[in-house]
């Protein structure tokens, strides 16, 4: 069973970790109004995904 002969410094953990981060949102934009929504998600503003209505939502 491998046991590590030393303990890892809070420094060398960190510096194993820097890859480990939150990557930003993508967005693009609607075809059908516009407005900024996540890729591969029904547009929460028209509800229109892949070209056509999906949801029923009134825009007011």
């Known amino acids: 069973m491998a046991v590590p002969k ?3 410094s809070k420094q ?3 510096k ?3 890859h480990y981060k939150a990557e930003p949102v993508t967005v693009n934009m609607c075809p ?3 407005d900024p929504k996540v ?3 029904v547009c929460p ?3 229109h995904y ?3 209505a999906v949801l029923d939502v ?3």
């Open 6 to 8: 030393k303990r890892t």
């Open 12 to 14: 060398r953990k960190r």
């Open 16 to 18: 194993r970790r820097t």
């Open 32 to 34: 059908n109004c516009g």
């Open 39 to 41: 890729p591969h998600r």
């Open 45 to 47: 503003s028209c509800g």
């Open 50 to 52: 892949g070209g056509e």
């Open 58 to 60: 009134e825009i007011e």
